[in-house]
């Protein structure tokens, strides 16, 4: 299953239109007219607790991200914000510790990998891209991270406002924040393909059809559980994934629709990153804990979608890749699969969902 997933790359055609590109995402992120902005025209917009980016920022000991700062200029530019994001633009290129921060939670780890190859950043962000992702809670860390502190103003300028461009994107449906989504395709009912398939007389099987007399739900509340996999990025290093297994009778695509906004997952393109899904880990133990979506203000929305009955170890190179990576694609449900194959038919019937979650380690 890991070697059908794949990263679409952006890559540079007409160096104009990557400008084109740049200068549209930064009117639509700055939101206000200048008019307005000069008017000084009143205005409030969301802002979540600093909680939120608790653990999701590198840094160095000793030069750390102002966290509060962070919130409040990404909070800026999820509202279209213009006169708080130019204020508060100022203040995180004064702190080059926050704005090393906040950039290498996007470009440092190995999602941002594609950004050194896109056109739609501009060429300070791809070269320190180049050199810096990867690296994000690592030893190499440092280095990348102190590297923005030599950046001259015009540089760190243009690291903020491809950062700013890439946080504006992020999932705010999710977070209570607004309805400026990124385009992607919503997430679709496998019914209708399935009865096309019955009418020129194939007969589907899909998940729901199959009698596994599962137990009664607990709570009246669909309870789950996780195997442990791995899937590959583009330039073949792995990355950690983990597949949703349901264990109690109403646990299935429809309870993940209710419960979370996943889209569709053909198990070839990698999903799409939601911030406000986290994977809890101890250190102390090497262990998984939980799979929660986050509120505004950081804290677990309960029930959540897993919890560890009891605490065991993960094997010694899935916790490596799992501390690399900082990230972990979750998908399902499956329902009786004794392996990956299980995975494959769920895809291919189109009834697996699936989110790249953050790693939140404790």
Wanted: aromatic share 4%.
């Amino acid at each position: 299953m890991g070697n059908r997933c794949t990263l679409q790359r952006r890559t540079a055609v007409v160096k104009g239109h990557g400008k084109k590109q740049r200068a549209k995402k930064r009117a639509a992120r700055t939101g206000a007219s200048h008019a307005s902005a000069a008017a000084g025209t009143t205005h409030n917009h969301p802002t979540p607790d600093t909680d939120l980016f608790t653990g999701m920022l590198p840094h160095v000991d000793g030069w750390e991200a102002n966290h509060d700062l962070a919130t409040r200029l990404v909070s800026a530019a999820w509202a279209g914000c213009h006169p708080c994001q130019a204020s508060l633009s100022r203040k995180v290129l004064a702190d080059r510790a926050t704005l090393a921060g906040l950039a290498g939670a996007c470009y440092l780890n190995p999602l941002g990998a594609g950004v050194q190859h896109s056109a739609a950043v501009s060429p300070v962000t791809r070269a320190w891209a180049a050199k810096a992702h990867g690296k994000a809670f690592s030893a190499d860390a440092e280095a990348a991270l102190r590297a923005v502190a030599e950046m001259s103003e015009d540089e760190a300028k243009e690291l903020l406002e491809d950062t700013l461009d890439h946080w504006a994107g992020v999932s705010l449906a999710a977070l209570g924040l607004g309805d400026r989504l990124t385009d992607a395709p919503p997430s679709q009912p496998p019914g209708e393909a399935m009865d096309r398939f019955r009418e020129a007389g194939i007969n589907v099987i899909t998940l729901d059809d199959l009698d596994l007399e599962l137990p009664d739900d607990i709570d009246g509340v669909a309870h789950y559980s996780v195997l442990l996999a791995r899937t590959v990025l583009p330039d073949g290093r792995p990355f950690p994934m983990l597949s949703l297994e349901c264990e109690t009778a109403g646990a299935g695509i429809e309870d993940l629709r209710r419960r979370t906004d996943w889209q569709s997952w053909d198990g070839r393109k990698m999903p799409a990153l939601d911030i406000t899904w986290r994977v809890r880990a101890d250190i102390a133990t090497r262990s998984l804990r939980c799979l929660a979506q986050v509120d505004t203000e950081g804290w677990d929305i309960e029930p959540r979608l897993w919890d560890a009955n009891e605490t065991v170890s993960l094997p010694e190179h899935w916790w490596d890749l799992l501390d690399r990576a900082q990230h972990v694609l979750v998908a399902g449900p499956l329902k009786g699969a004794p392996d990956e194959s299980g995975l494959t038919r769920a895809a291919d019937s189109g009834e697996l969902l699936a989110v790249i979650a953050r790693v939140s380690f404790s």
